[in-house]
């Protein structure tokens, strides 16, 4: 009996011994499959957002893509008033992620504000094909019923969708993908600026594609469903979202906002003032005022961050002329395709095709692009700074503007033949339409040096923590620009009495008006160059001393020195016990 009991006890402790490592075995295997489920979701995740990007994008191109040639020949429009149209509504979609953004952060939840958003989307893409149905051929009990809407309730509502597009654009940008959704905070200078080169290639990968057939069937097939198509694609973007149901929404950090940015630039400019008036202060940067040591309410952690933000914005400020010049493409170059020969051995070219002349450089470039930049940072060698790029691509722009004053010249030399839009019969210059296209090129030789490498300076020289206040500022920025356009089209239209920007452009003189933005351009290019060298320096004093002056990352390096002493004496086998001690 004792012996058999001590058989069913050691029976006990081997089933209790094979059952504590099964349970052992399962925490593992949950947590393999815990992580195999997460990077699915990281996956999915991604994918949903760039399925969104790439809707919103296509939405965005597809409303932009015609706008000038149904302004003027549907609304009856100058074209001045038309180019002004279309550069307002570009800079008011750059303008409204931010402020989404600020609504996400301060006043509305981001799951509710996104279905406004989504809403306002639907609704302005659904109202354009309102104004662009003449509303005739209506049939109602048998009777045909003539239907159309005046000239000023077709602008009111054409106005209104452009208003609650935008907005829902904004909604989309800022909330559903910013850049802050695809994890770059670990990614490196070579990663970045290959992200950044590659994103902008399938972004204009996909307004080739819409320039070429969102363009064609509003000019040609049937002009009016054209604006149907944004439509569809906004449902294809609710359907990506509601695939994953919020869970794609991104959730940035709360340590910073644009209202801390310009409370601590209203904090320092309202000390500065208070110790002009009263106290000769002693600080080495005007923004040091609003810390709390010399009288502010930021910590120094904030105001290090935004001192390293101030620090970008000549950056940013050179830009806005930049975006001038390529607003051309939508506005003054799109004017000059309109009244050339677009008639190709008997097919006829649709306008904003010629828009792809400027997406081909792009896609060519970017591959050769990465290859260069990884042989660059691959070497032992990387004091090539993106600025060398950003110095070329805004002299490309500056030499596109004024090789399209020269070609405007050289259109006028050309007699006039007819040329049917919408059904609208035109006198346009004989002159072959693909004589303009060595300006497109060279704008997108530009697009593809300047835009990566300011996005990869605009994300890489700030904190972790304030890269999206960044990028915020970059987009507020090249919004500025697209206005900066339209009142630069204004004054010139109104200064020279219509001289400048013509309705009609053979009676005009479009050139001078090329030539005068060519000639600020090629000042904007020179300007940046005497200052691009900041941004050389920026780079080091950020890599090797910034990241280690903050009071947080201070105090997280002396505590990791105090834990490896620590472990130093521990390990220590010459020190006795009360020497340790």
């Given at each position: 009996?004792?012996?058999?009991?001590?058989?069913?006890?050691?029976?006990?402790?081997?089933?209790?011994?094979?059952?504590?490592?099964?349970?052992?075995?399962?925490?593992?295997?949950?947590?393999?499959?815990?992580?195999?489920?997460?990077?699915?979701?990281?996956?999915?995740?991604?994918?949903?957002?760039?399925?969104?990007?790439?809707?919103?994008?296509?939405?965005?191109?597809?409303?932009?893509?015609?706008?000038?040639?149904?302004?003027?020949?549907k609304l009856g429009y100058h074209n001045y008033q038309a180019a002004i149209v279309n550069m307002c509504f570009v800079g008011?979609?750059?303008?409204?992620?931010?402020?989404?953004?600020?609504?996400?952060?301060?006043?509305?939840?981001?799951?509710?504000?996104?279905?406004?958003?989504?809403?306002?989307?639907?609704?302005?893409?659904?109202?354009?094909?309102?104004?662009?149905?003449?509303?005739?051929?209506?049939?109602?009990?048998?009777?045909?019923?003539?239907?159309?809407?005046?000239?000023?309730?077709?602008?009111?509502?054409?106005?209104?969708?452009?208003?609650?597009?935008?907005?829902?654009?904004?909604?989309?940008?800022?909330?559903?993908?910013?850049?802050?959704?695809?994890?770059?905070?670990?990614?490196?200078?070579?990663?970045?600026?290959?992200?950044?080169?590659?994103?902008?290639?399938?972004?204009?990968?996909?307004?080739?594609?819409?320039?070429?057939?969102?363009?064609?069937?509003?000019?040609?097939?049937?002009?009016?469903?054209?604006?149907?198509?944004?439509?569809?694609?906004?449902?294809?973007?609710?359907?990506?979202?509601?695939?994953?149901?919020?869970?794609?929404?991104?959730?940035?950090?709360?340590?910073?906002?644009?209202?801390?940015?310009?409370?601590?630039?209203?904090?320092?400019?309202?000390?500065?003032?208070?110790?002009?008036?009263?106290?000769?202060?002693?600080?080495?940067?005007?923004?040091?005022?609003?810390?709390?040591?010399?009288?502010?309410?930021?910590?120094?952690?904030?105001?290090?961050?935004?001192?390293?933000?101030?620090?970008?914005?000549?950056?940013?400020?050179?830009?806005?002329?930049?975006?001038?010049?390529?607003?051309?493409?939508?506005?003054?170059?799109?004017?000059?395709?309109?009244?050339?020969?677009?008639?190709?051995?008997?097919?006829?070219?649709?306008?904003?095709?010629?828009?792809?002349?400027?997406?081909?450089?792009?896609?060519?470039?970017?591959?050769?692009?990465?290859?260069?930049?990884?042989?660059?940072?691959?070497?032992?060698?990387?004091?090539?700074?993106?600025?060398?790029?950003?110095?070329v691509g805004q002299f490309s722009a500056a030499l596109s503007v004024m090789v399209a004053g020269f070609s405007e010249i050289?259109?006028?030399?050309?007699?006039?033949?007819?040329?049917?839009?919408?059904?609208?019969?035109?006198?346009?210059?004989?002159?072959?339409?693909?004589?303009?296209?060595?300006?497109?090129?060279?704008?997108?030789?530009?697009?593809?040096?300047?835009?990566?490498?300011?996005?990869?300076?605009?994300?890489?020289?700030?904190?972790?923590?304030?890269?999206?206040?960044?990028?915020?500022?970059?987009?507020?920025?090249?919004?500025?620009?697209?206005?900066?356009?339209?009142?630069?089209?204004?004054?010139?239209?109104?200064?020279?009495?219509?001289?400048?920007?013509?309705?009609?452009?053979?009676?005009?003189?479009?050139?001078?008006?090329?030539?005068?933005?060519?000639?600020?351009?090629?000042?904007?290019?020179?300007?940046?160059?005497?200052?691009?060298?900041?941004?050389?320096?920026?780079?080091?004093?950020?890599?090797?001393?910034?990241?280690?002056?903050?009071?947080?990352?201070?105090?997280?390096?002396?505590?990791?020195?105090?834990?490896?002493?620590?472990?130093?004496?521990?390990?220590?086998?010459?020190?006795?016990?009360?020497?340790?001690?």
């Open positions: 009996m004792p012996g058999a009991d001590r058989r069913d006890m050691r029976e006990k402790q081997l089933l209790n011994h094979t059952a504590d490592e099964e349970q052992r075995s399962l925490p593992g295997r949950s947590n393999h499959a815990g992580n195999l489920s997460q990077s699915e979701k990281k996956l999915q995740e991604a994918i949903c957002v760039l399925l969104v990007e790439l809707c919103e994008r296509f939405t965005f191109f597809g409303i932009v893509c015609n706008m000038i040639l149904f302004c003027t020949v008011t979609s750059m303008l409204t992620p931010v402020l989404v953004g600020w609504l996400a952060e301060c006043l509305v939840g981001r799951i509710k504000l996104v279905c406004i958003c989504m809403f306002l989307h639907f609704l302005g893409t659904a109202l354009l094909p309102v104004v662009a149905f003449p509303f005739e051929d209506i049939y109602i009990d048998r009777r045909h019923i003539l239907h159309t809407l005046t000239k000023r309730e077709q602008k009111i509502v054409f106005y209104f969708a452009l208003l609650t597009a935008s907005l829902g654009i904004g909604g989309i940008r800022a909330i559903v993908c910013p850049l802050s959704a695809y994890n770059l905070e670990d990614c490196g200078p070579k990663e970045l600026l290959s992200f950044f080169n590659w994103f902008y290639w399938l972004i204009n990968l996909n307004s080739a594609v819409v320039f070429v057939s969102i363009s064609y069937i509003q000019q040609s097939v049937a002009r009016n469903l054209g604006f149907l198509i944004p439509f569809v694609s906004v449902l294809m973007a609710i359907i990506t979202i509601h695939m994953v149901r919020g869970e794609m929404i991104y959730k940035p950090k709360t340590d910073s906002s644009l209202l801390t940015t310009f409370g601590v630039i209203a904090s320092a400019l309202k000390m500065c003032c208070m110790r002009y008036h009263y106290v000769s202060g002693g600080v080495t940067n005007w923004l040091d005022h609003a810390k709390e040591n010399y009288g502010g309410q930021y910590s120094e952690t904030q105001v290090e961050s935004i001192k390293s933000l101030a620090r970008l914005f000549p950056l940013f400020a050179f830009q806005i002329l930049y975006r001038t010049c390529i607003m051309q493409i939508p506005s003054g170059y799109y004017l000059q395709t309109m009244n050339s020969n677009l008639n190709f051995s008997g097919f006829v070219l649709p306008v904003a095709a010629m828009s792809v002349i400027s997406i081909v450089p792009l896609l060519i470039l970017v591959p050769i692009l990465e290859c260069i930049n990884s042989c660059l940072f691959s070497s032992k060698d990387t004091g090539h700074s993106p600025t060398i790029y950003i110095v050289h259109r006028k030399h050309f007699p006039q033949v007819e040329q049917t839009f919408s059904e609208e019969v035109l006198l346009v210059s004989s002159m072959p339409c693909f004589h303009l296209a060595p300006q497109y090129i060279l704008l997108g030789v530009a697009e593809a040096l300047v835009t990566p490498s300011c996005s990869l300076l605009s994300f890489r020289l700030v904190p972790e923590r304030i890269r999206g206040i960044s990028m915020h500022f970059l987009t507020l920025f090249n919004g500025a620009g697209c206005f900066m356009g339209a009142f630069f089209v204004q004054t010139a239209h109104a200064g020279t009495q219509g001289n400048w920007f013509p309705h009609l452009l053979h009676e005009g003189k479009l050139e001078r008006f090329f030539f005068f933005l060519a000639s600020l351009m090629m000042v904007n290019t020179l300007g940046f160059w005497t200052i691009a060298h900041r941004y050389d320096n920026l780079n080091q004093e950020y890599t090797n001393e910034f990241r280690g002056s903050l009071p947080e990352e201070k105090l997280l390096k002396h505590e990791k020195a105090i834990k490896h002493y620590d472990s130093v004496l521990e390990s220590s086998p010459i020190l006795s016990p009360m020497e340790k001690t």
